[in-house]
């Protein structure tokens, strides 16, 4: 799933400073199963920006919506008998969401309420771990089934490099080297030869690199 | 209901709220009038959302009273309220709201009294940094 | 079944909380009960204490009262002293005198709960009990300690009401000794108490320093020895010395007291204060009493019964629980107390008071509108005029349509005035309402009513101030709360009448039969080839019983009942379901079954651990405990002849890799160690341990074994004894410091007997597929609703043996045939009640994003991928709520205490009074 967190309430109160009507909108997706933009978000947010109101003595009005997903036009269209009683749009679905907003309502200010921060997954209730980089061409079944893209902090093929220390990235004794990992789950797998084998210099060309990606299967367009 | 006096609502687990206030009642002890309580099944039921709503609604202080960490009926009921308030302390931290409006209490096993005590402690702390509102 | 029961009612003698449990469980049996107390109200000696080990537990007494005061099966007769008992099984009588008036009862069976009472120190002159001010007793020290108590919390010493600086505590006084009026057992209860009141003492100021003078640190039971280390790392020093004599330091009021440490050094110290850690007696009414019966007495006053039949007496029909049957604790003794009424079921056909309640078809939700009706109860102690105000108060709410009040028959006084006034909410007022929540629902129920329909308001700790405008509030919160109610699915599911038990040990096998004699079938699932367990390892009980003989008998009844299927060499894979119906699939070789039973009793019992030090399995005179007891009963000769043996305790146990107390292992070597000497009186033989925990009345046995010569030597952790082997034909030297020689002796052996740590065998296991907790140690957990021992964490199953703790073949069958008594409560029930007060998942709202999964303290929900949501089975559910709290999509809700009330709530409060 894609995996956001809160803004900080602060830049949100900043970014909607002067305005007075303001409609908060969910997603029921991934940010929902991440905790971090369903409809409970959306009521935290709401009560939070009411509280600013009321101690800096302003008057606010806040509608609370949670959209089904807000990366499908169809469900974007559902708001909008009500968007222009808005002066402004916080979103808090992943980047996505902010963008349709404003493609479909291009009279409407609208505002991220979660910053995005990376595909991946929960390790547990409340940790969340990347694991996709979105590069286009997957290579993880090279490496013991873990992708050195997303994972090494300098994205190496060849890897581990010299800073890979007591299984830990010279980056942060928190993050681990996957390669290290790599390694040590190809030795269990008995493939440790295979890593002997070159890998040549990736072609970025499917990753962003190449420019904003638009991707069309025929067989489904109408 | 005096002007400085503030406006506490505090969320308390039934089960030792029930107890504790056997032993205040006992020791004639009282509940001061600006506490408000609101009872919940375990204290792991409240939301962050539910300790905003009294802020909304312009109550000064909130707090809530639940078990001692290792004699919860729900096991992780307490902790996790103590976690949720956390939370809000950092939101109210953003919106540069004191923090210490917001706390959670462990009764004491056997020690009711703190019940009565900790609403006190928390009007009395309240009155301190006076109203939300400048 | 068989043969005809006679029918009757039960009399209880003794309010305390064995008497009032076992009143509760068996007015739950439709037995009309008598509940006789000596004095004026239920309790017994739980009021006086301060806070009970392990978990406070103090809100769980009241409840209990008031159910037995409300209960139409329960008559309470307080200031009541029994005067005779007479007559036999079906038909006793009991002559009572109240006050001045005498009179008799007629009941079917009797339980002796009655009576433990504190020793009373002033015969011991050399601590001046009574003479110095500042020498007390722990009792009353619990009673400083209490915040109801006299000091209102505040610990004070009485000379001069200073919070002292220094407490010493003195263990054994009136215990372990055969002088002065002392009783010669150990209490049993005194070292976890004390050790309490010294951490409490801390937890009230970290700076009193607390001292405890001990003999022997005897924390046996579960989770003591965890306490016991608690205790040490705050730095409750214990200090192995018994003090003689407590003096007084001249020019004021702080006691001295002398004392010879390990090494004979004697040292002299201040205190501002001495607890004196009395020991527990039966008392001298419930002496006599048994006396006047014709219960015979042990020589220590206890009710004198075999090992394996722990609650009987030898008058058929009479029982026993808590203080009579020696010194308990409150787990033990709820324990003892529901055993008994297994006992009673098993020979006593049901006589009630009153008949079973009837209730009328659930009224369907025709009247949308809530219409509420305030029902108060005012205790003697609350101020009249509350009365007024809160009528006054309560009428101007919107929505209310009668304000009633409601005295003696709570359960009556609701349930006409619900009809009559037509209403469909309740909101109940009173003083203690979570004691009444019970009756409340009762009420409900009675009027057709869903029973969740209803909200509680406190009406104590009111600050008289303000206290109409306190009232108002509290007033107008339930109201808003009852009026958001929303009636919660409540399901009637027919109760499927078979046990499960798992584990086919002495624990599992008495079970299976208290169940199966009361009617009703028993599938037994034991994992090995033969029935046992444990107990075939076990020789003699402490008290020096033959256990092969009884096991054998108990093997053979369990084979004989046709009512119990037993199932060896099966495991079980899988359980679902919930009280009163579960699903257990079970596999025997290779092939699955499916089993559909009521509750569930787990019972898969322990083992000793094997050691890997002291030359285990390197020599063959090295035996752990349970192959020395084989060994013994099978082939005794070649041990009851050898010259020289040594055992030695706690290994593997009470060290940091396994921190528990294995409870039974000191009893067994003193047992073994009397029953070899009587043999042959000629060998040596060596005990070397840590602690002698003897308790109870095990300390008889100790004393004898060392009347007869047994040798018994004190080893220190980081000292620990070393095995060699000799050189010729396996024989064995042992090396041990001797502290009182202070120097290393050596002990030639012929064998040496390991008592390891006793573990659960696959507890881990079974506690995922039953959704139980475990404790810290790798046993079962009890409820955390307290004061239910031999409750697990989720409804309908029940613990017993070995794996709930280490203990011996006696307490395995009390807690066999109280998890029995447990298990009928459900059993016995036509239908089983789910739904309520639980969380329930709104499909079409739901992100499967395993929030609540992963949430839920009791492993509840689940996602089930045929509708593509996560579902929680109102069964077992518990109704805390986190999953409702946690859940980012909002697709869960619980009706009886709904977001819309929590989130409406603070409006509601805030916005009135202004």
């Known amino acids: 799933m894609i995996v956001a967190e809160p803004k900080p309430i602060k830049e949100i109160l900043e970014m909607v400073r002067d305005l007075k009507k303001i409609l908060i909108v969910g997603c029921k997706g991934c940010v929902t199963v991440c905790n971090v933009g369903g409809s409970k978000e959306v009521a935290i947010l709401a009560s939070t920006l009411r509280i600013a109101a009321k101690k800096n003595g302003k008057e606010i009005e806040i509608g609370e919506e949670t959209l089904e997903r807000q990366c499908d036009p169809e469900y974007i269209e559902e708001i909008k008998d009500i968007i222009n009683d808005y002066d402004a749009v916080i979103s808090i679905a992943c980047g996505v969401g902010p963008q349709f907003l404003s493609e479909r309502y291009p009279a409407t200010r609208v505002f991220p309420g979660v910053n995005t921060r990376f595909m991946g997954g929960a390790i547990e209730h409340g940790i969340w771990s990347e694991r996709c980089a979105g590069c286009g061409t997957c290579v993880v079944h090279y490496f013991g089934g873990l992708c050195p893209i997303a994972r090494c902090s300098k994205s190496l093929l060849n890897g581990p490099c010299g800073g890979s220390n007591n299984g830990k990235c010279e980056i942060s004794g928190d993050v681990d080297c996957i390669w290290d990992i790599i390694v040590r789950k190809m030795m269990e797998q008995g493939r440790l030869d295979e890593l002997l084998e070159f890998k040549p210099p990736k072609s970025w060309m499917t990753a962003r690199d190449g420019g904003p990606r638009t991707m069309t299967r025929e067989e489904l367009v109408k | ?134 | 079944m068989g043969q005809e029961k006679p029918k009757g009612s039960v009399v209880i003698i003794g309010g305390g909380i064995s008497g009032i449990q076992a009143a509760l469980s068996l007015a739950g049996a439709g037995y009309g009960v008598h509940l006789i107390e000596h004095m004026s109200s239920l309790g017994g000696m739980i009021p006086n204490l301060h806070r009970i080990y392990p978990l406070c537990a103090c809100c769980k007494l009241d409840p209990r009262i008031a159910a037995c005061e409300q209960d139409p099966n329960i008559n309470i007769m307080l200031d009541t002293n029994v005067l005779d008992i007479s007559g036999n099984t079906g038909n006793f009588i009991i002559s009572l005198k109240t006050g001045n008036e005498e009179k008799t009862l007629k009941a079917g069976a009797v339980i002796l709960s009655a009576g433990i009472e504190p020793f009373d120190p002033t015969p011991h002159d050399t601590y001046s009990y009574g003479n110095y001010p500042n020498v007390i007793t722990s009792v009353e020290f619990e009673q400083l300690q209490r915040p109801l108590g006299p000091n209102k919390g505040i610990l004070k010493r009485p000379s001069d009401g200073k919070t002292p600086e220094k407490i010493a505590w003195l263990q054994c006084v009136g215990s372990r000794d055969i002088n002065k009026c002392d009783a010669p057992y150990c209490s049993s209860v005194c070292c976890m108490y004390a050790l309490k009141e010294a951490v409490n003492a801390k937890d009230f100021n970290e700076e009193i320093e607390t001292t405890i003078f001990y003999m022997d640190m005897r924390t046996h039971g579960k989770g003591f020895e965890e306490y016991l280390n608690e205790a040490i790392s705050r730095d409750v020093q214990l200090v192995r010395s018994r003090v003689h004599t407590i003096d007084s330091v001249p020019g004021g009021d702080d006691l001295l007291i002398a004392y010879a440490d390990e090494n004979d050094k004697v040292h002299e110290e201040n205190f501002n204060m001495v607890v004196l850690s009395v020991g527990l007696r039966p008392s001298v009414e419930a002496i006599e009493l048994a006396k006047k019966t014709g219960v015979k007495l042990n020589k220590n006053q206890f009710v004198a019964n075999e090992p394996f039949m722990p609650v009987s007496t030898n008058i058929p029909g009479i029982f026993v629980c808590g203080g009579l049957m020696g010194p308990f604790d409150i787990g033990e003794s709820i324990t003892q107390a529901a055993a008994a009424v297994s006992e009673i079921a098993a020979i006593l056909e049901p006589e009630s008071f009153a008949p079973p309640r009837a209730y009328p078809k659930p009224i369907k939700a025709g009247k949308k509108d809530p219409d509420i009706l305030i029902a108060y109860h005012l205790c003697p102690g609350m101020s009249p005029g509350l009365s007024a105000v809160l009528e006054n108060q309560a009428k101007e709410i919107p929505g209310v349509t009668a304000v009633i009040r409601v005295e003696d028959n709570i359960l009556t006084g609701l349930t006409e005035k619900l009809k009559e006034t037509d209403t469909n909410r309740l909101v109940f007022a009173s003083c203690t309402p979570v004691v009444h929540k019970d009756i409340v629902e009762e009420a409900l129920k009675l009027t057709g009513l869903n029973p969740y329909l209803y909200e509680t308001v406190d009406l104590r700790a009111i600050d008289p101030q303000s206290a109409t405008a306190q009232l108002k509030d509290r007033i107008r919160m339930g109201v808003a709360r009852a009026a958001l109610i929303t009636p919660p699915p409540v399901k009637e599911i027919p109760v499927v009448k078979r046990a499960l038990v798992v584990g086919g040990g002495v624990a599992g096998l008495e079970s299976a039969l208290s169940i199966s004699r009361e009617g009703y079938p028993v599938t037994l699932i034991e994992k090995e080839k033969q029935l046992g367990g444990h107990g075939r390892h076990v020789r003699a009980t402490w008290q020096g019983y033959d256990a092969q003989k009884y096991l054998k008998d108990l093997i053979s009844s369990v084979k004989k009942d046709k009512n119990i299927k037993v199932m060896t060499e099966t495991t079980v894979k899988e359980n679902r379901g919930f009280a009163g119906r579960f699903v257990t699939t079970v596999e025997k070789k290779g092939k699955g079954k499916e089993i559909l039973h009521g509750v569930s009793i787990l019972a898969p019992g322990g083992n000793p651990v094997k050691p890997e030090e002291y030359l285990y399995g390197k020599n063959k005179n090295v035996y752990l405990w349970s192959e020395l007891s084989e060994k013994m009963i099978k082939a005794p000769a070649s041990i009851e002849r050898a010259n020289s043996a040594v055992f030695i305790q706690c290994v593997g146990s009470r060290e940091p890799a396994c921190t528990h107390c294995s409870n039974f292992c000191c009893s067994f070597t003193v047992r073994t160690a009397v029953d070899l000497k009587t043999k042959n009186p000629d060998m040596n033989i060596y005990v070397l341990y840590r602690e002698m925990r003897t308790y109870g009345e095990r300390e008889d046995l100790y004393r004898e074994a060392r009347d007869k010569g047994v040798i018994f030597i004190r080893y220190d952790r980081n000292n620990k004894p070393e095995v060699n082997s000799e050189s010729d034909q396996g024989k064995l030297s042992v090396t041990v410091y001797d502290p009182i020689l202070e120097r290393p002796v050596a002990l030639k052996a012929d064998f040496v007997s390991l008592q390891s740590a006793i573990v659960g065998t696959n507890n881990q296991e079974l506690a995922n597929i039953f959704r139980v907790n475990m404790d810290s140690d790798g046993f079962f957990a009890e409820s955390p609703e307290k004061m239910r021992p031999v409750d697990a964490s989720s409804k309908g199953v029940y613990l017993a043996g070995l794996a709930v703790y280490p203990k011996d073949t006696g307490d395995s069958i009390t807690q066999a045939k109280a998890a029995a008594a447990r298990a009928l409560e459900i059993l016995k029930q036509d239908k089983v009640q789910v739904g309520g007060m639980v969380a329930e998942v709104m499909p079409e709202k739901c992100a499967v994003c395993l929030t609540c999964v992963r949430t839920c303290p009791f492993n509840v929900p689940f996602i089930d991928h045929e509708t593509g949501a996560a579902f929680i089975d109102p069964g077992l559910c518990q109704g805390c709520g986190m999953c409702v709290a946690e859940c980012p999509g909002k697709a869960i809700v619980m009706s009886t205490c709904s977001d819309q009330m929590l989130t409406e709530a603070p409006s509601v409060l805030l916005n009135a009074t202004n």
């Open chain 2, 1 to 134: 209901m005096t002007d400085n006096t503030p406006q506490i609502v505090a969320f308390c687990c039934s089960n030792c709220a029930s107890a504790a206030a056997n032993v205040a009642e006992g020791m004639k002890m009282t509940m001061p009038g600006n506490v408000k309580i609101i009872q919940v099944p375990c204290t792991g039921r409240i939301e962050v959302l539910h300790l905003l709503k009294p802020f909304e609604e312009g109550a000064d202080g909130v707090y809530v009273a639940g078990c001692q960490e290792d004699s919860c009926q729900y096991v992780t009921g307490i902790t996790k309220a103590a976690k949720r308030v956390a939370h809000v302390k950092k939101i109210l931290e953003e919106l540069e709201i004191e923090p210490d409006r917001i706390e959670v209490f462990n009764l004491s096993a056997g020690k009711g009294q703190e019940f009565v005590e900790m609403a006190h402690e928390m009007t009395g702390k309240i009155k301190g940094l006076g109203p939300v509102l400048p």
